[in-house]
């Protein structure tokens, strides 16, 4: 099936996020959608699915215009889908969310799922997917869910498959198994769209690829263009490359974590028994699938779970136990990983914003009454250090751009004498200039001789910024190796095997470039590091 | 999306570590049992009459001593209390068959205790039970309307107003035509008419469900109190007279001991319940329809992707649970008493919305939660027959109270749909 995509024009409003598109599809193809968040590739496929009406242009399958009122009618017409969030139910089993909306029934509209169970057992077995239609989706690992996702839509005969940003929640190695399946699936003869801001994977898997910037195609170029010319293509300047820090000064250790343990919900530990130190001028970054205990592990830090057991240590005080207020008066920073949900007051102005963990405090209140005067120029004098681009310091957080937000985060979170300095995910949902400024300045809170813990779910950017890397699995530490660690070894970690073991395994013992995992480092571009927002 | 939000959800991961709720709750409730059962235990024989003189099938009575049950009963509820200490410090979860055998001897405990302490130490189980159900049939109704719209992601607090225009409907139009099968029809759309309201306003319009659902009892309360105190009362014998169902005795079966009144000796209205609580059950586990119902009450993006329209399916599911809370309505006055009254459903539907969540949104669990509520009620008046010493304004505390510890205390963590009172907007 020709699947051809001729002047789409989606807007909102004012805002374009699709401007005359062109895009020709082929049976057998891997072509590949690649841009930065935002930059409307997800629009285009939501049109494309029959989600979004467009506002102008239109859709030819073979060669024939069509309409889709719904994603119904785009899956009659032979398109599946595979969200970046997955549209599975999770109290569902596989099979019924299999079946959801094409379900076989017997008299009376009882469903007959054994139809469906043998569907899923034949595509599974075709393509090596091992999954169980009665599985609770629940309980599936993600990389599981996306191929339960994939077999939707096979077994409704999809001959377009269209997979949005797949590979963001994936390790490593279910990345490899994924881009496998994409291969089979290309021989098969189906037709993939693959979105994705991630320069590495894009190359490897593509035929062709249109790369998409502000809502408009800015070219079509072949798999074979280096990466730097990708990374401006779709940035739309020369990009800087690696961050070239200088190489760490530990000085004595100051914080250190024992035996941290923080109960869950089912009797399993999302935080399992974890110690480790960080040393005055030293970056420890801590790696892992999202969802392997990194959240609680920041938390637990900072005093927000009350079960959590073991020994957290700064300075030879013990944190645990104490008040989340008193532990940032012993001069912990922190950058909550949702900035949107634990950063900022969206609807309080940036000044305010600046000093939400201070407010109380000389020289912003004295007594009861707060000094909005000096909020304000502590503000401005912000803004400018921050290069934070905005109006007024006096406007709404909400109303500035990811990175922006960040950087008036980070900006409340420097500003004070710190002794650990933590960030979750420091440049999620950032833009690639945002991207370099933060580094730098993480690597200047380092420099300055404080412990820096930075929780991130990018390889790219763990290597960039790590002197030392931690891997939690299952909320166990698997291990913390140096920064230098290899992809390789340092996605075997992620799936679950300890440092030795992944050392044992993986092509980390003799360093020689193979494949993904040696791609020299100035090839990496920041522009990569750009996951994807959290829409929740 | 559901990834992300299960792993970093704070709620689930404080409610996690150990519990001693249970524990507590089953010490102080051990301690009562030994003070007022055991120790206060009154040394009369309480006598359960399992069958009635007029019965064709005649069972003995059960008799039972009733200081020997109490302190039976106490140290049985000790040791379920100590052995959930242990199984909670140990770090377990506390076994649900212990939980199960705590609460039938409790109740055991207090029903002898109870009857014990009357004036006439004998009641009739067969009318004790058939009374509970004969109770629990709003309740019933007005649960499974919750069931079919939170299911579908609407939450339904309008459940008291749907049971009151059902009554009222039922009354009036029963009365007029001189049906009572006309008023159950009237009921069930009178039901709808509240229910297209709620669908408009919450799946149209985006209002606040659970606003636009308190706003809709009042409204009913309002209107159906305006015109019963002016057109019911200007000629009750026209509009406020209604011939009651009549009761389809089912014979031989219905001559069976305990059960049989309850199962073959109903009302159209009766035998109605148990059909719609089986039928609703089946439909929504083991139909298309029900899968598609589910699936957009958990994850109404997901049904969307696959071609279901979640705003439709919500807004037909909200009006069937109109028309069968407009049925559980139409038992007040068809049924219960022959006579529309000002605010006669008094709170039972907010006592149905208590029993969805207790039988955790399931139809079956919504029946048995009903049945629970309407034993508490129904022994209320079965005690003040007997005459006990129990002051009435305890007794008539009970059911609620009931509510309250079954709500608060023995739910657990049950799990609501997902994308209950979010309206799904397409972006």
Redo the contacts between chains.
Sequence with gaps: MKLELQGITKRFGSLVANDNIDLVVNPGQVHCLLGENGAGKSTLMNVL?G??EPTDGRILVDGKPVTFR???DA?AAGIG?V?Q????????TVA??V?????H?KA????DLDKTRARIREISDRYGFDVDPDALV?DLP?GV?QRVEII?ALVRKAEVLILDEPTA?LTPQETDELIQIIEELKAGGTAIVFISHKLREVKAVSDVITVIRRGAVVGTVDPSASTGELASMMVGRKVSLSLNKAPATPGETTFTVRNLT??????QN?VDNVSFDISRGEILAVAGV??NGQ??LT?AILG????ASGSVRLNGRELLGMKVKDIIREGVGFVP??RKVDGLVGSFSIAENMILNWYNEPPFAKGLAMKPAVVLKNAREKVAEFDVRTQSAEAPVSTLSGGNQQKVVLARELSRPLNLFIASQPTRGVDVGSIEFLHKRIVAERDGGTPVMIVSTELDEISELADRIAVLHGGELMGVVPGDTSRDVLGLMMAGMTAEEALGQGPGQNPTPAGEGGTAAGERISGEHAAGE??? | ????????D?G??????KSWKAPIGFGFGALLALFVFAIGGPATTAVFRVSDDSDRFRLADIALPANVVGWVVALALIAIAVYSFLQIRR?D?INRWAGIAYAVLFVVGFLTWVVGIADRPSISLAGLVAGSVTLAIPLIFGSLSGVLCERVGVVNIAIEGQLLSGAFAAAVAASISGSAYVGLLAAAFAGVLVSLILAIFSIKYLVNQIIVGVVLNVLVSGLTGFLASTLLSRDSATFNSPPGLPEVRIPLLADIPVIGPILFQQTIVGYLMYVAVIVIWLGLF???????V??VG??P?????????VNATRFWNVLLGGAVAGFGGAFFTLVSVSTFTRDMTAGQGYIALAALIFGRWNPIGAFFAALLFGFATNLRFVLSIIGTDVPSQFLAMLPYIVTILAVAGLVGRS?PP?AGGIPYV??
């Excluded at chain 1, 927000?304 to 079960?307: A, I, K, N, R, S």
């Design positions: 699915y989600l979004y719904g994603p119904g899956m889908m969200h969030h997955f549209m599975l139910i999770p109290v569902f019924e969310n079946a959801l909306g094409d379900e029934t009376g509209g009882i469903l629940e993600v869910q939707k929640v923080v109960p869950g919900a089912g009797g999302l999202q969802g959240t609680e938390e927000l779970h009350p079960h990983e949702d959290e829409t929740r | 999306m559901s990834i992300a939000a299960t792993v970093t704070p689930v991961t404080g409610s996690s570590v770090g979860r083991r139909t298309r329809w029900g899968l598609r589910r699936a958990e994850h993006q997901a049904a969307d992707t696959m071609g279901i329209k799990r997902a397409k972006e």
